[in-house]
Structure formats: structure tokens, C-alpha cells
């Protein structure tokens, strides 16, 4: 019996973004990235190909966090108290880019140099993100912006209570933004308005539209990005940018993944369990709409790359 | 197709009797087509109309039920491609393959059977096991061995028909699902599935293959089937999922019916667990898995779990006074609300900070702190009903509790309520709880 196949028809597309700036365009990476120039829902390559491939980034720190799990101490090692050499790590581990998270004790000194360190470690396209407090983002991401001018930097996190300075530094000197909102489809657009009314190229906007860990309001975060990407396609220009999110972040914190001992027996054995609380979550999200996904674990990094690999071979 | 309002208003009687409630027969089809009122409202209606609206309001994809001894797994009557527009109903069956050849069922059954996880006070467990026919010969066996250990549906394996039969035969009075038809035998199949009363599964190396088989078992008798599309990778067996239960949601009845998939199939326990999430979140009825392994176990079920919440009716957790980190008479007493997040969130900061704490959950209908204080339901009166409650006096010896600074405005309406204890007020978001008990409390 021969069925007819429906397929969705969109006017819409997601926009195409550029990550990191080679020496040809004006920066010193071996190479960038593309994300977006999405059509179809995630992965429906029947109705057209996937553009591009949805990239792996890995989080380290400028400083040695002191409240992550032992169990990435163990994988890590050495290299967490040197970004440079974390960065390297990362890349030999297979990330397709890095997301250097600065810290509250660094000045704007310690951040250039973290950052010039971490640029001259690896050829792969960087985000820097402050450590989340707005008179510290500022101070740090401007400096880091205008000694890394040209490079095509990630630079964040732009909220709804402070974007302005980052867009504004972002803008002066030819990085990009990531765009971060509470689980919301219209927050989500709204700070894409403000961000583009100051004159931002929206091509040069990363959404982090948050989500939550596997167990812990993934659901929520899921279902806001396939109604952002359904918004993209149907053609609402203020939804339509790549969206970049941080299972590493979100599941690395929850109680699965950060405690081995004092826990029910029926969550078994403690290093599968947090691998899969990051792959799963991670999987999932990039089949609701992720461009970007950031981990914490090597071995994770190993199977969600085989997810996405398997995800673009229909 | 499902109906639109004028359609069904056309197979109406159209006299506006109003004895449906409605004011006129329009406004009756209209909330027809919403399926917000069934059609035996209209004692008027005609057969043929009622065969037809019958018709096109029957659920786009079947609803399929295995029984075990007193243990049911249903899968089907889907309504929706995306969560949010709706809701799943029916959650992804995970049952656990055992192969006849193996000299250990009794006890990999009985360890997987009593596997019970608790995930927001909800208990978790197994649904059920599929029984495969390695060695033919010890299949009747090994069905009966399972069958020993456990009381839940069982999945039977078997590309032969007589195998699969004389397996059927040691389960009377069960609704097994038989794995499964192909197109090479699947006269015999349904056979087989008829006599035993059972459903069966029919896999198909396209679309075209499954709707052909569907329509020629259903017509041999057989109408609960399941389908078993397969798919090589990832993306491709995303992408047939995809179009089955959008061809469904269309009202396409030869491929309206549940997906079974078999990531177990896979090759690697890493592979197996990265497609058993996808089966989860994209469509699947029945997943059958070769390893039981309770790390993996547990994260399917909270996935699992998190998609099948209604978007509508977030998680909620039962209202109460929470433990954390073996707190003390003189550990302090922080107050949120019931919302699942919002709990969650406190939880972990409170957790990951090492301190003793109790949580007091105050009942605010489901809601995250601001919104509920909106909305009024997260006020003085309740936060005290909930100290006096739940025995938050006889545990502490402090008389106090710590309110979140989103409300920091009920402070003065909560010292009337609660006379005598001291009201102090944390942060605004959880994230900063660690900090403020290390200094302040």
C-alpha cells in the first residue's frame, strides 16, 4: 500500500551563525563554527536537509571550581586549575568548542590573560561568560572584548537585567552574544527585541533559552524550544536564532549526578547514572531544537557525539 | 480526518431542540469538533450520522492493552506530535528481554520485577518483560519461568508462528503481544494472535510495507497490532516515528497504532540508552530492553516521566516538612511552595551546601513563589497553616522560620499569625540560600 507522506511546508528558517573568526576573517582560530540555517523541525531530513550540525562545547573554568562533582576531578584532573591546559584537554577529548566561565575572584587582568591563554591553547571558537553578577560581567567581558577584538567570541550571559554593555562591547568589537531567558517563549523574544533594537545584527545572537536538568523541569525547557523553533518556522523573525543549552550545567547540579553514597541502592551505580543524567538530557534537547549543546564529561561529550552523528545519517 | 464544527453540523438533525444544552445545533457540532461533549447529547441524531461521527472521532491511534496477571500496560490514543499542544497520555511500556537460552531467568526476572524507584513521592517500577525465542526449544519453559517471577505483561519473540503459539498457549487469559509479523508470515501470524486472543506486533522495512500488513491482518480478525518500523540509526528511525504519528494524527487508520522499538538491538549498552530516550520522547508504546541496569532504569523512568506530564498540571510535590542533610532541633526552617522546580531548586541548594535544614512545603496550589503570591495562594494564612500543620513547633526549638525575599511583604502579616516566632527573610532565588545560612542563619 503506497502512503503519501505529509510533510510539514515552513515559511520560516532559522537564522545561520558564525562562531570564532579564522585568520582569513580577522581572529586566529583554526576554524569556525556554523550552527543554524535550520528549515525543518530537528532532524526531519526528509523534508530537507539539516544544515548544520548540531556542534559539542565543553565547560571549564578560569579558576578550579570548588563545588563540582569528584567524579569530574577524577576525568579532569590536573588541568582544571589551568584553563589553557583544560581547553587543550577538552579539545583532544573532541569538543568542537569551548566555553570559558570566568570567576568573581578574577580582575579584568586575570580575564585577558585566561582568555589569551585559552585562545593560544586551542584553535576552537570560545565563548567567555562572566561568573554571573552584573557590575563583574561588565568590567570583565569589556576588557576581554577589546583585547580579543576580531575574534568572533561568545560573549555572555546578556539577560533581560543586563545586556546592554555586553551587546554593546559585543558590537564594538565583532564578538557575539548569548541571549539567556527563564524558560519562556516570550521572554525569549522579548530581549531578542531589545538586543536587536540596539542595533545588534541578530546573526550574531545565540538564544539560551534554559532548561533545567532530566528530572528537574527538562520537560518545561523541552517543550519552550520546540514551540521557539515552531515560532522560527512559522516565521516569527524574533525566534528564529540557534539555540545553545547547558546540560553539563544543569545536570551536574542535581542530586543523581553529584552524589555517590546516601543514595537509594535503585539509582545504581553513580558514574553511569550521572553520564546518562547528561547524555539523556542532552539528547533530548538537541531533538526539541539545540544548535549548541555544553558539557562537563569527556565521556558523555563520546556518546552524544554518537547520537548526533546517528541523528544526521537518515 | 477529524471533522471540522460545519461538517458535523451537516449530520445533525439542524432543528436547534436545544435539548443538548445548546442553544442551537451549530453550537452543539462546534463543541463536537472540540471533543468537549460526546455526541449521545443529540437523542435526535441519526444512525448514519452516529456511524460516521464514530467514526472520525475514534482515537488516531489505537489503544493497545497487554495484560499480565493483574497488571495491565496500555499504549495508544495519542492526540498530539508535540506535548505542549496537548498532552501524551499513555507513557513508553519498558519491558526487559530475556532469552529462552538463558540458565539464570528466574533470577534476572525476580531482580528486575521488585526494581521500585521513587522520583517526586511517585513509585517507578518495570512494566513488564519480553520473553525471546533463542532456542525454540525451551521457549514454553523460559515463558513459564518468567511467568513464576513476575505477575506483568510479557512481550513474546519469534519469527515462527508455531513457536510463538505453544509460547501463547502457557499464558491463558493474557493479552501478551506477539513479536512479531513480517511479510513472510504473516497469515500464520495472525492466525496464531486470533486464536490466542493476543496483540501482535508487525515489523516492515517502509511504511508502505506496515500499512499494507495492517490492512491484511486487520482483515484476517486481528486488531490490535502494534508497529515495529525499526530504523537503522538514530535519525532514521526519528524520522519514521515522525511520519507514522503524524500519518496517524491524520487520521491515516492503516498506520494508527501504537510503535514498539527495540533499542536493545543496538549493539552497545551506550547506544541502547541513547536511543531507549529517544523512544521515549518521540512516540514509542512499548520498549523492549536487553540490559536491566538500574542507573538506566531510572533515568528512562524520570524521562519518561517528565514527558508524559500533562504541560497543563505541572508536577507537584506533596506539602510537608522536608529533612535535609539530618537537621537538628536548632536547624532552620526555610518556607517555599509546592511547585515541583520551585521545590526542587531549594532542595539541592540546601542539599549541595552541606548545612541541616528542614523545608516546610506549603500547599500553594502547584505554583512558583511569585506566581502564587499573584495569585494569592501563597499568603501568611497559609504559610501558618502549614507551620502549625505539619509539627513544625514539636521539631524545632527555635521559633523561627525563614520565608523566601520574594515575599518579604508578608513578613508583618505572618508575626500576627504566628505569634511569638520570629519571621526572617532569605533571598530572592535558591541559588543564593548557601550563602545567606553560612552568614546568616
Known sequence: MPV??????????????????????????????????????????????????????????????????????????????????????????????????????DTADDAMRAVKSVLAATGLPLAVYGPGQVDKDNELLVAVSESANGEKLLL???????????????????????????????LAKQLNILISDMGLPLDRVIMDPTTGALGYGMEYGYSVMERLRLAALQGDAMTQLPMMVTPGFETWKTKESKVGVGVPEAWGDWKERAIHWETLTATALLESGASIVVLRHPESLKRVRTAITELMTA | MALSGIQIYKMLPQTNCKECGFPTCLAFAMKLAAKQVELSGCPYVSAESKAKLAESSAPPVRLITLKGIGIDVKAGNEVCLYRHEKTFYNKSGLFVRIKSSQTDIAAQVARADAYKVTYVGIDFTVDGFA??????????????AVRAATKRPLILISSDPAVLSAGAAVLPGETPLL?????????????VAKTAKAALAISGDSLDELADLTEKIKAKGVEDLVLAPGGKTMGGSLILATQIRRLALKNFRALGYPMLTMPGNAGSPERES?????????????????????????????????????????????????????????????????????????????????????????????????????????????????????GVEAKTNKKQIVIPGHVAVLSGELEEELPGWEIRVGPREAVDLPAFMKKAL
Open chain 2, 131 to 144: 520473553v525471546e525465542a533463542d532456542d525454540p526449544s525451551k521457549f514454553a519453559e523460559a515463558i513459564k
Open chain 2, 179 to 191: 513479536c512479531g509479523a513480517t511479510s513472510a508470515n504473516w497469515e500464520a501470524m495472525a492466525e
Open chain 1, 156 to 186: 555572555g550571559i546578556c539577560e533581560d537585567k543586563n545586556y546592554r554593555t555586553i551587546a554593546a562591547t559585543s558590537m564594538a568589537n565583532g564578538h557575539l552574544i548569548t541571549a539567556r531567558t527563564a524558560m519562556d517563549v516570550n
Open chain 1, 4 to 105: 503519501e507522506i505529509p510533510k510539514d511546508k515552513w515559511t520560516g528558517k532559522v537564522r545561520t551563525v558564525t562562531l570564532g573568526a579564522t585568520a582569513a576573517e580577522g581572529g586566529t582560530r583554526t576554524k569556525s563554527i556554523v550552527v543554524g540555517g535550520d528549515t525543518t523541525m530537528p532532524f526531519m531530513q526528509f523534508e530537507a536537509p539539516t544544515a548544520h550540525t548540531p556542534v559539542i562545547a565543553i565547560e571549564i573554568k578560569s579558576r578550579k571550581p570548588d563545588d563540582w562533582s569528584s567524579l569530574l576531578e577524577e576525568t579532569w584532573g590536573s588541568v582544571m586549575s589551568d584553563p589553557a591546559a583544560w581547553a587543550k584537554a577538552a579539545e583532544a577529548a573532541g569538543a568542537d568548542m569551548i566555553v570559558l566561565w570566568l570567576s568573581l575572584e
Open chain 2, 274 to 390: 541513547l536511543l531507549a530516550a529517544q523512544a521515549i520522547t518521540k512516540y514509542a508504546g512499548f520498549v523492549v530492553l536487553d540490559k536491566f541496569s538500574p542507573e538506566l532504569m531510572y533515568a528512562l523512568l524520570v524521562l519518561r516521566e517528565n514527558i508524559y506530564t500533562d504541560p497543563q498540571k505541572p508536577i507537584q510535590v506533596t506539602p510537608g516538612l522536608f529533612d535535609i542533610n539530618n537537621p537538628k532541633p536548632e536547624s532552620p526552617v526555610l518556607v517555599t511552595t509546592n511547585f515541583s522546580i520551585t521545590y526542587f531548586s531549594v532542595a539541592n541548594e540546601v542539599e549541595g551546601s552541606g548545612l541541616p535544614a528542614r523545608l516546610l512545603v506549603v500547599d500553594a496550589d502547584g505554583m512558583s513563589v511569585l506566581t502564587a503570591w499573584a495569585a494569592g495562594k501563597f499568603d501568611a494564612e497559609r504559610i501558618a497553616k502549614a507551620v502549625k500543620a505539619f
